[in-house]
């Protein structure tokens, strides 16, 4: 529910490594489900827009008012030390405190922190994989569970997991 260690998974995973390593440099990443449409978000909110938010400004995060979200970046060498480095420092501000003997953060009650990858076809594991190294060196106990395409629709349809994958395909 913390914002803080949604945007550390955001830059644990390293788009630019991935890219390059396994898929040759084809893809150009996004920075909106609306991408490259009249929905995309560019520049700060105009003047309707800000009308239409004011109402709600106390219930909305200061970051709507500003500039729009851009993914991190890394220099695509798989090193990934700097994001690595800034997302353990947002969980730990978050309140997770580093285990002293096995590096997994842990709340208050003592619990860790556990992110499971859902997937249904051993195609995205080449991408969760290295992506749930990265997880674990900033302290998450995080793991890939491949199950079959049934049970993977019926988990997503009940909202039973905690990570996954989705490809969207959009007609031009």
């Given at each position: 529910k913390d914002v803080r260690v949604r945007q550390a998974l955001d830059l644990a995973f390293d788009f630019e490594w991935s890219n390059k390593?396994?898929?040759?440099?084809?893809?150009?990443?996004?920075?909106?489900?609306?991408?490259?449409?009249?929905?995309?978000?560019t520049g700060k909110p105009s003047a309707a827009e800000l009308a239409l938010l004011e109402p709600y400004k106390a219930k909305?995060?200061?970051?709507?008012?500003d500039e729009p979200y851009t993914p991190p970046v890394t220099d695509a060498s798989g090193n990934n030390r700097d994001n690595l480095k800034k997302a353990r420092?947002?969980?730990?501000?978050?309140?997770?405190?580093?285990?002293?003997?096995?590096?997994?953060?842990r709340n208050t009650a003592g619990e860790t922190l556990?992110?499971?990858?859902?997937?249904?076809?051993?195609?995205?594991?080449?991408?969760?994989g290295p992506y749930t190294e990265n997880?674990?060196?900033?302290?998450?106990?995080?793991?890939?569970?491949?199950?079959?395409?049934?049970?993977?629709?019926?988990?997503?349809k009940s909202f039973d997991f905690d990570m996954s994958t989705q490809r969207y395909a959009l007609r031009l």
């Open positions: 390593k396994l898929f040759y440099g084809l893809y150009q990443r996004t920075a909106s489900f609306f991408e490259n449409s009249d929905m995309m978000a909305l995060s200061p970051t709507v008012f420092d947002l969980i730990i501000a978050a309140g997770w405190t580093p285990g002293s003997n096995d590096r997994l953060v556990d992110i499971e990858i859902l997937l249904f076809e051993p195609a995205f594991e080449r991408i969760a997880l674990k060196k900033i302290g998450i106990n995080a793991s890939i569970r491949r199950v079959d395409p049934a049970q993977y629709e019926r988990r997503m």
